[in-house]
């Protein structure tokens, strides 16, 4: 007989809402119905409303985690419209950050895949090894999530020469980590029982539900972005793009691990360039965006984001249209989750990645007196002496 | 030629008298406006016979009428070829590329919702982003929306 499992839309694992109904019979999950939209902001209305400048700001708000990807794409799409080209300096900046972006994304998932499949002390060692690229983040622009750092015609912030050494320090530390992660994943034949032949998503579906980033890299289809259309400095940097071929959840997590070695490569080579170009000239002034259309697109974490933009030649967008890599790979879940038993479930949805946002505010109050024992400023404070804390100590 | 005007160039070939307008905004990003009774045509020829991948697809409210881009990426050298339907506003419809890709599933839904477009052949036309019990004919955006 059929039953429903309806996982959501408020679960004990995940972050964000989203709600998964399986239908299963006996063990075996035979169909699956996926409803979004329980985190619908209307966005893209959103952004008609703002000016130019503005729309920056509000799209690195869509995702906590790869905040930094609307803002890549976006940025894009509206220097695709105008046709400027942007100085070489703030090109390997915003190739930089997308790329520690890309690292702590990488290792947030593996936690959380680790955490899915009941392996807490992945989750706990790849968590512990995120700190570090957060703080660099912080270091660069003062803050570990929403950095602020682009804006049409370049970036708001340089990477000064004196902070240089510590990225390059933090990415040398990093590779013997990614090592540890690689024979954790690669070596441990609990981890092979448990993820290999789970969740395969074959090259035709995943062609036919036009998946895109690690999932489809994981399915045999050789795509990014970064390498197919080049922008920002991924033109001028020397990297691989992994492809594997059985499309199952350890295929998956091969592919982010060895993504991370090429992120630490892209990295390196953008310092080392940085190093030699002068410093300050990171933008070209914009006055004006004539009507016209544009479309920019950039390799996130999870894969290809897309954002198209028409201009009637004020200073406002008409029509701003965004697609995360997640709506496409969601979708895919369809074919991949079923066929499989109810335990493997959890592992195959998480396992392309779906961006929770893991920008949540907490408040924390006294329950006798029911104040807040710490306010907005206190955190602020508390934000600010941290930042100083690294930038002495690292 | 080079590699990156070879496809283009077959594509027009392909395409030739069902191009309506043919728009080059630069080296990787081509606009083709075609009319909405080709439509299931068109992609069949850019998704099947030269494997372009569907990124996604756009509903704009325009003055006169109701426009969708289906943006479609070749990522063998990173061209967007965008295909551009204009509707009619009074009754927006279009045949639904569901029976060409999966992909297509949940942009028309979304779209259907947000713009008012009937996608015709779609199997499950429902509410994606918003909830069940929204108002039937309220589309967001659309510009005399209230």
Not at chain 1, 346 to 354: E, F, G, M, N, R
Request: proline share 5%; glycine share 6%; charged share 30%.
């Amino acid at each position: 007989m059929k039953k429903i499992i309806p996982i959501g839309p408020y679960h004990p694992l995940q972050e964000e809402p989203e709600f998964f109904k399986l239908y299963v019979d006996g063990e075996k999950v035979v169909d699956i119905e996926i409803e979004i939209g329980y985190n619908h902001r209307g966005v893209e209305q959103l952004s008609t409303t703002k000016h130019y400048d503005q729309v920056t700001f509000l799209v690195e708000r869509i995702c906590g985690i790869c905040s930094t990807s609307h803002p890549f794409a976006y940025v894009n799409a509206v220097e695709d419209l105008l046709g400027i080209d942007i100085p070489t300096r703030a090109k390997y900046i915003r190739s930089t950050i997308g790329e520690l972006e890309r690292l702590h994304s990488h290792l947030l998932w593996l936690g959380l895949a680790g955490h899915f499949i009941g392996y807490n002390t992945i989750w706990m060692w790849s968590w512990k090894y995120r700190e570090n690229v957060c703080d660099i983040l912080e270091v660069i622009s003062g803050n570990r999530q929403h950095y602020s750092m682009f804006k049409v015609g370049g970036v708001r912030k340089d990477i000064p020469k004196e902070i240089i050494p510590q990225i390059e320090k933090m990415c040398d530390d990093l590779v013997p980590v990614v090592d540890m992660f690689k024979g954790a994943v690669m070596d441990d034949p609990v981890i092979h029982a448990r993820l290999k032949g789970v969740g395969v998503l074959t090259k035709e579906d995943a062609i036919k539900y036009c998946v895109v980033g690690p999932t489809a890299r994981a399915s045999g289809i050789d795509i990014d972005v970064r390498r197919d259309d080049p922008y920002a400095a991924y033109g001028e940097v020397q990297f691989n793009v992994p492809v594997l071929y059985n499309g199952d959840v350890f295929d998956k997590a091969v592919i982010r691990i060895l993504e991370m070695y090429e992120s630490i490569r892209i990295i390196k080579q953008c310092l080392d360039k940085l190093k030699k170009e002068p410093e300050g000239n990171i933008e070209v002034k914009v006055d004006f965006i004539p009507p016209g259309e544009g479309i920019g697109r950039h390799e996130a974490p999870r894969g290809e984001v897309f954002h198209y933009i028409r201009s009637d030649g004020s200073n406002r967008p008409v029509r701003h249209k965004i697609r995360a890599p997640s709506y496409v790979n969601i979708a895919s879940n369809k074919v991949a989750a079923v066929g499989q038993t109810i335990s493997d479930a959890a592992i195959t949805l998480a396992s392309v990645d779906p961006c929770y946002c893991c920008t949540e505010r907490t408040v924390a109050i006294d329950v006798n007196t029911k104040k807040e024992i710490l306010t907005w400023n206190d955190l602020i404070k508390l934000s600010q002496q941290k930042t100083e804390w690294i930038k002495k100590h690292i | 030629m080079n590699m990156k005007e070879k496809i283009i160039d077959e594509v027009k070939n392909k395409l030739k008298d069902k191009i309506v307008d043919f728009f080059r905004k630069n080296d990787k990003r081509y606009y083709i406006e075609i009319n909405k009774q080709n439509i299931i045509e068109c992609v069949k020829v850019l998704f099947e016979d030269f494997g372009f991948r569907f990124s996604t697809a756009t509903g704009i409210d325009c003055e006169n009428n109701i426009e969708i881009l289906y943006h479609f990426s070749y990522d063998k050298t990173g061209e967007i070829v965008s295909l551009k339907v204009k509707l009619d506003k009074n009754q927006p419809e279009i045949e639904s590329l569901t029976k060409v890709f999966s992909a297509a599933e949940w942009i028309e839904r979304e779209i259907w919702e947000m713009v008012g477009v009937n996608f015709i052949g779609h199997p499950n036309l429902k509410h994606l982003l918003l909830p069940e019990d929204w108002p039937e004919g309220k589309y967001p955006l659309r510009e005399d929306v209230i």
